[in-house]
């Protein structure tokens, strides 16, 4: 078939010019052969992803737009880590990749993709905790990845370039140190993460859990990917202390400890990724409404931030490293 007759696809998307996607597809069928078929996939907040089968593969092409680089993605950490995690047997192939544009051409995966719904309410914590195990023992990432330092790098750019500024954001600013001192205590040894662990970044088999989506990976603590998970997709305390229990085989003080540590890197999860949104609503060409998305997460860091747990976890993370 000729690659024009795909065009139809992206007629109503003008996020992607046809032209793009035609220099993707010509360079795939060098690759791996005639093109059969092509659909655009929903769900992407930063990228255009299109399933792609040729007549030897069935594949997941992401483009990436021009406004990437203001939120803190190295598309050179993505291709490498992304390798990294798929030698790991917890990743996606990683089959090419492209510049001017960026794109990524991975292996499309068997299996249902996650919603945070499902982590609610399906039996999934255990495959979901050993999946990220089996990406924690990936060898070393390219980068470290540090919300702290992320989420100061996006509000200067938010401030420097005016763009909207939740309510009484900067009224934090006491707490945050407060909570970034006592995480720097008796820190956990890095390892490879994910990052960003909403539940569609999940992909389900039944049997075993995978893990795609490597845009802001970097060497992590493991509590920050525990930590994440829960705020992403608002998992109750209950599931998060089963996750964490399931990732470190704890319980007792110790599994306390290792919840509380979680819980904090979720309350910056929220606090960082809400000034992401702010970028995204100024520069993003996708219809939608990302400073909607972004105040969900604020209004729960705030009742965080002003509730009265906060003081229980800095201590119990005090504690933490002490018996492990």
């Known amino acids: 078939m000729e690659i024009s007759q795909y065009r139809t696809v992206i007629d ?15 360079r795939l069928e060098l690759l791996v052969g005639p093109v059969i078929s092509i659909e655009r996939l929903s769900g992407g ?11 030897s593969a069935d594949l997941v092409v992401r483009i990436a737009p021009e406004t990437s680089g203001l939120l803190a993605i190295d598309r050179v950490n993505e291709y490498e880590n992304s390798i990294a995690a798929a030698e790991a047997g917890v990743g ?32 999934c914590l255990e495959r979901v905790a ?22 100061q790098g996006y509000l200067r750019l938010v401030l420097e370039r005016g763009f909207r500024l939740p309510k009484g954001y900067l009224d934090f600013d006491d707490r945050i140190a407060v909570i970034r001192k006592a995480m720097s205590e008796r820190p956990e040894k890095l390892v490879p993460c994910n990052n960003d662990l909403l539940a569609e970044n999940f992909i389900d088999d039944g049997e075993r859990v995978r893990i ?26 209950e599931q998060l202390e089963s996750l964490v229990a ?7 003080a110790a599994l306390r400890e290792k919840v509380a540590r979680a819980r904090l890197w979720g309350l910056m999860s929220k606090y960082g990724w809400t000034l992401w949104a702010s970028i995204q609503a100024s520069v993003a060409q996708i219809d939608f409404d990302f400073w909607s998305w972004g105040m969900e997460k604020y209004d729960r860091a705030v009742a965080e931030l002003e509730g009265p747990d906060l ?11 002490s018996r492990l």
């Open 92 to 123: 996606a192939p990683v089959v090419d990749h492209m510049e001017d544009p960026y794109v990524l051409v991975i292996a499309h995966l068997e299996g249902r993709t996650l919603s945070a719904k499902d982590l609610r309410e399906c039996d």
């Open 246 to 252: 399931y990732y470190y085989g704890l319980s007792g």
């Open 45 to 55: 907040l930063t990228n255009e992803n299109y399933r792609v089968r040729t007549s």
């Open 12 to 26: 109503s998307d003008r996020r992607v010019s046809a032209d793009r996607l035609d220099r993707v597809l010509a």
């Open 212 to 237: 795609i989506d490597y845009e802001y990976s970097g060497n992590n603590e493991p509590s920050f990917e525990l930590g994440n998970i829960w705020s992403e997709s608002n998992l109750s305390r």
């Open 311 to 321: 003081d229980g976890l800095l201590q119990d993370v005090a504690m933490s490293g």
């Open 130 to 151: 050993q999946a990220c195990r089996v990406l924690h023992r990936a060898r070393r990432f390219r980068n470290d990845f540090n919300m702290f330092a992320v989420q």
